[in-house]
């Protein structure tokens, strides 16, 4: 690997055939050699580690991320001990618990392991999802109502209710209400027995960065502390939480928290669970997915989560809530393969969205937009988030993307790195531009009154101004340049030890000088994926494969029968056939050598 010289552009190139720069992510050379040496691995890791601000007292635990090193104690986060004490006392009292989630794959995990938790302990539970079109997101005091007229004497929201202080007011004096929730919180509390959020301005947990089912599993630990406190468990089974693990993994993954520390130890302890296939509803979506290897993050953010959140989206609210509880294998198969049906709907809703939103948020940066802000009648609001997203990867800005009925837009948000949107439309609520609206740093959800919507736009402008100076297109970090020759299978296998890869944890990038196109094809749907083998200067041959690459320059190139030497940046992996590993590429920019 050459880049002994990590100053300037690597490999010169300023702007790359998709009108990024590519620029060194290089950490301290000696901290990546003394981990190498204490730990007694290939240099090259070492410094990879070291990119990734790893220390060497931290870098044992990052390859080898454990609960019991890397869990924190669950009375860390305010409120935590009322709440445990209080679910404890339900299921000493065997009472009926209402468990109130999202509809998104956080929300389901969350509320499936608080009901299975429960059920397991002996609770009547009742888990509850909200129709996203009817009732929105959160609780809603009707709905509320009704559980507490259906018995529950408990109710206990996950992945919702920190903003929900007057639709919980329902519950008043009629059942004890328990908020666990890690979206941002402004101004007052629900007025709740117990409101256990990392992000609580009063919270010291220093947790900001987990999801709600994280908050809900650890809940459930210290729920089980207070158990074993009363002996409870002296003559019953006590649950095997890290069963659960799997489906904290795949909330993880999807709510897109970053993969360090303790969700570093929760998303590789839970993909282990879920390789054991012992949960018949998610392994009847991986057979519905066809994943038979074993799995890994992608599986959970590519393969189970957009399908689990496009029953929310489009459909049943509860369905990938339910398929998580299910206990049934043909049930099963039945919800994960309408799950698959109902996602392949969603790709087409969103297919038919996509051009006009490009086309709109592309006027928009013409105009100079800080952030994008855009809205269209008859636009599906399950779907608006997932255009946000790709709008947001295309463009390099914050953007917001809503649809229009009755005069109100309903949408969401996605932003980039270090631009904080989920505390500018809480702003914006609070001063009335919007009807409902809340978030985290990196994504959000709104509501307002079409009318006021330049108004809305204006003031996201003026509060995230800062987002003008981002350049057109994200730059690349690259963390090592390579020869084709140099790109082995035995190094693709090291690069394997850094997984998971994710927000937090991204997989690294590697450019490869003066390679040549020898041999491409499309192959996929509608031809939209690009295979090419390519051959370097100085030998060696290396299997490449071009994901989206239907048009545009980056197609242009690797498909040019001139057969020009290209820099090619992409991740260097290591793939099983049959028992067999190998070496591949995957092309995500390229540039003229």
Excluded at 178 to 192: C, M
């Amino acid at each position: 690997m050459d880049d002994s010289a990590l100053t300037g552009p690597v490999l010169g190139v300023t702007r790359s055939l998709t009108g990024r720069s590519w620029q060194w992510r290089a950490g301290d050379a000696r901290i990546g050699l003394g981990i190498a040496q204490r730990l007694e691995l290939p240099e090259m890791l070492g410094r990879l580690l070291a990119a990734r601000g790893i220390g060497l007292d931290d870098a044992a635990d990052f390859l080898e991320p454990k609960l019991r090193a890397l869990m924190p104690d669950p009375s860390r986060l305010a409120d935590m001990e009322a709440a445990a004490d209080r679910i404890a006392v339900a299921v000493r009292s065997g009472e009926h618990v209402a468990v109130f989630g999202d509809y998104d794959v956080d929300g389901a995990c969350a509320g499936a392991l608080m009901t299975r938790f429960l059920r397991d302990l002996g609770c009547q539970v009742t888990p509850y999802v909200p129709d996203r079109i009817k009732e929105g997101y959160g609780p809603n005091a009707p709905a509320i109502a009704a559980l507490c007229n259906g018995g529950a004497s408990l109710i206990i929201c996950v992945d919702c209710g920190i903003a929900a202080g007057l639709a919980l007011a329902a519950a008043e004096g009629r059942a004890d209400v328990v908020v666990l929730d890690h979206h941002k919180a402004e101004g007052a509390l629900p007025a709740v027995l117990a409101v256990v959020n990392p992000n609580r301005l009063d919270c010291p947990s220093g947790l900001r960065h987990i999801c709600a089912a994280a908050v809900a599993f650890l809940a459930a630990t210290a729920s089980l502390r207070v158990l074993r406190r009363a002996r409870w468990f002296t003559r019953r089974k006590e649950p095997d939480l890290l069963a659960l693990l799997d489906i904290v993994a795949l909330a993880t993954v999807c709510d897109v928290m970053p993969l360090t520390g303790f969700n570093r130890a929760l998303v590789t302890q839970g993909l282990k669970v879920l390789g054991k296939r012992e949960r018949i509803g998610l392994a009847a979506l991986l057979d519905v997915a066809g994943q038979k290897d074993m799995p890994s993050a992608h599986t959970l953010g590519f393969m189970l989560g957009p399908r689990i959140n496009a029953s929310g989206r489009i459909a049943e609210a509860d369905l990938g809530l339910r398929l998580l509880l299910s206990e049934d294998a043909i049930e099963a198969r039945a919800m994960a393969e309408k799950l698959d049906e109902v996602n392949k709907r969603r790709q087409e809703v969103e297919g038919d969205m996509l051009g006009t939103a490009m086309a709109m948020a592309e006027a928009q940066v013409k105009a100079g937009h800080a952030v994008l802000l855009i809205a269209a009648e008859g636009w599906h609001p399950g779907v608006v988030g997932i255009v946000a997203g790709r709008v947001k990867e295309k463009f390099n800005r914050p953007a917001c993307v809503a649809g229009i009925t009755g005069g109100i837009a309903k949408g969401s948000g996605r932003s980039v790195t270090g631009i904080d949107l989920g505390t500018a439309i809480i702003a914006a609520r609070e001063i009335g531009l919007l009807e409902t609206g809340g978030g985290h740093p990196m994504a959000a959800g709104f509501s307002y009154n079409a009318a006021k919507g330049e108004a809305f736009h204006a003031f996201l402008e003026e509060r995230l101004a800062h987002a003008a100076r981002l350049p057109s297109a994200a730059d690349l970090l690259v963390e090592g340049a390579l020869t084709v020759a140099a790109a082995t299978t035995a190094l693709a296998k090291d690069i394997t030890r850094l997984a998971p890869f994710g927000a937090g944890n991204e997989e690294p990038i590697f450019a490869l000088s003066r390679a040549r196109v020898v041999k491409a094809d499309r192959i996929g749907k509608e031809g939209a994926t690009i295979r090419a083998f390519v051959e370097g200067e100085g030998g060696g041959r290396l299997k490449t494969i071009c994901f989206r690459a239907k048009d545009g320059p980056l197609a242009e190139a690797l498909l040019s029968p001139d057969r020009t030497p290209l820099h090619l940046c992409g991740h260097l992996r290591a793939e099983s056939w049959n028992g067999d590993v190998s070496v591949g590429f995957q092309i995500v920019d390229a540039a003229r050598a």
